[in-house]
Nanobody, 128 residues
Framework: VRLVESGGDLVQPGGSLTLSCTAS?????????IAWFRQAPGRQREGISC????????DYASSLKGRFTISRDNFKNTVYLQMNGLKPEDTAVYYC?????????????????????WGQGTPVTVSS
């Protein structure tokens, strides 16, 4: 199981980015939920949002709802994170991850430990 993120970049405040998470060596189909996390310098990793195999979304960070949107295209074996209105505090390495399940783990202090497969991360820098 391999996940590869892409799309990270340097962007000005107020700008937009779309991150992609492509699965290789397996197909998403009905078997896996996928989530996005991020980790800012000096901070703990933070869950953003999860989308299950039925495309139902579980938001982990209510503060990001409305600016960040997760979606998936099983035909392309890819999950996306659309980010709008970016702020300097959104600067972080963004990771996608999958539990060994089609369902999104609920949000707890230990949520990230319920994810079995992780990508290598893609950096996003928001700066003028």
């Amino acid at each position: 199981v391999r996940l590869v993120e892409s799309g990270g970049d340097l962007v000005q405040p107020g700008g937009s980015l779309t991150l992609s998470c492509t699965a290789s060596e397996f197909t998403l189909d009905d078997d896996y939920a996928i989530a996005w996390f991020r980790q800012a310098p000096g901070r703990q990793r933070e869950g953003i949002s999860c989308i299950n195999s039925e495309k139902r979304i579980l938001d982990y960070a209510s503060s990001l709802k409305g600016r960040f949107t997760i979606s998936r295209d099983n035909f392309k074996n890819t999950v996306y994170l659309q980010m709008n209105g970016l702020k300097p505090e959104d600067t972080a390495v963004y990771y996608c991850a999958a539990p060994n399940s089609p369902f999104c783990p609920t949000l707890t202090d230990l949520t990230e430990f319920e994810y079995d497969f992780w990508g290598q991360g893609t950096p996003v820098t928001v700066s003028s």
